[in-house]
């Protein structure tokens, strides 16, 4: 009998200890459950906060840019399409943009071939560019953008990306969007990454690539000079114009179509990004329009 009892009182116990464990992995998942919910949560809150943020930075940006900078005005007030890097403090939130003139970089849809062998050359960093490997990219590239399908001598039109096994041919039409870079024939992301920061197709105001507000890089191809001579005009340009730090007469901001990058670090783990461009239209409501704007986040490792 006792020995039955013994038994019986095992199992209640095994049982127990069973229900213990289930509701233990219950309480587990459910926590784990409302975790990420909140971080998803979060994570949408943030989101959206980002981007009326960046709403406001693209306002604040075209508005400066309408306004007409006075002699002696502090160059802080005035904001230079040359790319700098400033700081803008929206509410409790600080931002990074990054402000450039579109006609300032080079047009994709009308590079010379020699200025895209350039450009490519200069965009190896310090590694050393075989001649072969530029030839093969660049004329690849002026292949996609021409109406034909005749190949230049180290180009690639339909049968090279039929060898190459790749799902499209030559696009045989002008650029769309840099992102079309990207399926050019021999074209890799870091030589992508690199090419893309001084092209542009959306350079709304033709008439070649205005220099005023132009990178060392795109300085050095256009006219033909040594890229360290490029950085130190770029170094000359970005100097006060006076010893207190004011503009000494009025400066032109180029325009009319200028691109803004916008980063925020609210989250020390997570950067969040917004690329847009956008064209000043006085006169009318409102006074800019935004051809695309993107968005972007990394992690902080």
Request: aromatic share 6%.
């Given at each position: 009998?006792?020995?039955?009892?013994?038994?019986?009182?095992?199992?209640?116990?095994?049982?127990?200890?069973?229900?213990?464990?289930?509701?233990?992995?219950?309480?587990?998942?459910?926590?784990?459950?409302?975790?990420?919910?909140?971080?998803?949560?979060?994570?949408?809150?943030?989101?959206?906060?980002?981007?009326?943020?960046?709403?406001?930075?693209?306002?604040?940006?075209?508005?400066?840019?309408?306004?007409?900078?006075?002699?002696?005005?502090?160059?802080?007030?005035?904001?230079?399409?040359?790319?700098?890097?400033?700081?803008?403090?929206?509410?409790?939130?600080?931002?990074?943009?990054?402000?450039?003139?579109?006609?300032?970089?080079?047009?994709?849809?009308?590079?010379?071939?020699?200025?895209?062998?350039?450009?490519?050359?200069?965009?190896?960093?310090?590694?050393?560019?075989?001649?072969?490997?530029?030839?093969?990219?660049?004329?690849?590239?002026?292949?996609?953008?021409?109406?034909?399908?005749?190949?230049?001598?180290?180009?690639?039109?339909?049968?090279?990306?039929?060898?190459?096994?790749?799902?499209?041919?030559?696009?045989?039409?002008?650029?769309?969007?840099?992102?079309?870079?990207?399926?050019?024939?021999?074209?890799?992301?870091?030589?992508?990454r690199r090419l893309a920061a001084d092209l542009t197709v959306d350079n709304a105001a033709?008439?070649?690539?205005?220099?005023?507000?132009?990178?060392?890089?795109?300085?050095?191809?256009?006219?033909?000079?040594?890229?360290?001579?490029?950085?130190?005009?770029?170094?000359?340009?970005?100097s006060p114009a006076s010893p207190d730090g004011r503009l000494a007469a009025p400066v032109?901001?180029?325009?009319p179509v200028y691109r803004l990058a916008v980063s925020w670090a609210e989250d020390r783990?997570?950067?969040?990004?917004?690329?847009?461009?956008?064209?000043?239209?006085?006169?009318?409501?409102?006074?800019?329009?935004?051809?695309?704007?993107?968005?972007?986040?990394?992690?902080?490792?």
């Amino acid at each position: 009998m006792q020995g039955r009892q013994r038994v019986q009182q095992g199992m209640a116990l095994i049982m127990v200890l069973w229900v213990i464990a289930l509701l233990t992995v219950m309480a587990l998942g459910l926590t784990m459950s409302q975790r990420t919910a909140g971080a998803l949560a979060r994570n949408q809150l943030d989101d959206a906060r980002f981007r009326a943020l960046a709403d406001a930075a693209i306002s604040l940006a075209a508005f400066n840019l309408l306004s007409t900078p006075i002699e002696l005005n502090p160059v802080v007030g005035v904001w230079i399409p040359d790319g700098t890097p400033r700081e803008l403090l929206v509410g409790d939130s600080v931002l990074t943009l990054t402000l450039s003139n579109e006609a300032s970089r080079l047009d994709l849809n009308a590079i010379s071939s020699d200025q895209l062998r350039s450009l490519i050359e200069l965009t190896q960093d310090d590694r050393a560019a075989e001649p072969l490997q530029v030839d093969a990219l660049a004329d690849a590239i002026m292949d996609w953008r021409d109406g034909d399908s005749l190949t230049l001598p180290n180009g690639a039109e339909d049968a090279d990306y039929d060898a190459a096994a790749l799902p499209h041919g030559a696009g045989d039409a002008p650029f769309n969007g840099i992102e079309e870079l990207r399926q050019v024939l021999g074209m890799t992301n870091e030589t992508y990454r690199r090419l893309a920061a001084d092209l542009t197709v959306d350079n709304a105001a033709g008439g070649g690539t205005d220099l005023e507000f132009a990178s060392a890089t795109v300085l050095a191809v256009v006219r033909g000079i040594p890229l360290e001579d490029a950085r130190r005009e770029i170094d000359q340009r970005r100097s006060p114009a006076s010893p207190d730090g004011r503009l000494a007469a009025p400066v032109g901001r180029g325009g009319p179509v200028y691109r803004l990058a916008v980063s925020w670090a609210e989250d020390r783990a997570v950067v969040r990004h917004m690329e847009a461009v956008f064209e000043i239209t006085p006169g009318s409501t409102p006074p800019f329009s935004i051809f695309w704007r993107r968005y972007g986040l990394t992690t902080v490792q």
